[in-house]
């Protein structure tokens, strides 16, 4: 279970929104391949082509989740009495957008560059990015004792067998598997090797040797990290919080390269202030007893 769910189309409208100030868009009413009409827009007559740089607008959610979904086009025309943006006729929408359709309107901010700062602020947080993760897809054999783990753990701090019912009530002692990382990573479940065992000695009966049971499947809990986000679909599972204000920070950091200005400066360091202050909800201080790292 995640507490945050978040895709990447969401974060980026609220980076826009909030910590970067410049967010613009809505519902449509109608449109064609070359026009969208909002008659809640306000801005002047021809005011998006005239922007630096021209503005365009991305369709971001269309109602039957097809084309123009995530298409972008540069503006040609607005018209303020009808509330319609004309698209450059060079590229025009290949689908017309249709009535409950969102957009956003861009222009000082490209949606491609906050995508790709969101994957380089996901990267840069490492262990401290971690996600709780279960997996019930292995299932048992006989007298198998290593399994290929699914990908994505980096550590493990419970393994259980599923019962007659298919429950995972008991869980396998910690001190009787061991993993290793590697591609993939493996689990391995410990048994007195035949050449240690000696005649007129006892041995407590470990795990394996006494309860594995074929064919019942096992469940893996442990943690992974966040995957970097490849599409407006895909989902950080994050505090966005963080996320959000980081990710502003390096955005306008950009900027201040770019265009030496005080006032990018002065709006990426209380990001970067808002960002650290939200650090601290997102790691993990301490990780589960028995937890097992593979990597």
């Known amino acids: 279970m995640t507490l945050y769910s978040n895709s990447r189309a969401d974060l ?15 519902v449509v009413d109608s449109g064609t391949t070359a026009t969208l009409v909002d008659d809640e827009l306000e801005r002047p007559d021809d005011y998006y082509q005239n922007t630096t740089p021209v503005s365009r607008v991305k369709i971001i959610t269309t109602t039957d989740g097809a084309a123009p979904k995530g298409e972008q086009r540069r503006i040609s025309d607005f018209a303020l009495s009808t ?21 956003v309107i861009l222009n000082q901010y490209d949606w491609d560059e906050i995508a790709d700062a969101i994957n380089l602020v996901i990267e840069s947080l490492g262990e401290k990015g971690m996600i709780y993760k279960i997996d019930e897809t292995l299932e048992t054999q006989d007298d198998t004792y290593e399994y290929s783990l699914p990908p994505g753990f980096i550590t493990i701090h419970r393994v259980a067998q599923a019962n007659s019912d298919g429950n995972f009530t008991d869980p396998i002692p910690p001190d009787q598997y061991t993993v290793f990382k590697g591609n993939p990573a493996k689990l391995k479940l410990l048994t007195m090797p035949v050449s240690e065992q000696h005649i007129d000695h006892y041995y407590g009966e470990l795990w394996a040797s006494s309860s594995l049971v074929a064919d019942r499947r096992l469940r893996i809990e442990g943690y992974e ?13 994050l505090n966005p ?50 937890t097992k790292k593979i990597y």
């Open 225 to 237: 990290r966040q995957q970097k986000l490849t599409t407006d679909d895909s989902v950080c599972y």
């Open 12 to 26: 980026i409208k609220y980076i826009l929104r909030v910590p970067l100030r410049h967010y613009e868009g809505g």
């Open 83 to 103: 509330g319609t943006i004309t698209v450059s006729s060079d590229k025009l929408f290949s689908v017309a957008p249709g009535a409950g359709d969102t957009y």
């Open 241 to 290: 919080s963080y996320i959000v204000w980081k990710t502003a920070a390096m955005v306008l950091s950009s900027r201040i390269i770019a265009n030496d200005n005080d006032a990018y400066r002065v709006r990426r360091d209380e990001c970067a202030k808002e960002a650290e202050a939200y650090l601290k909800e997102l790691v993990i201080t301490q990780l589960p007893p028995n």
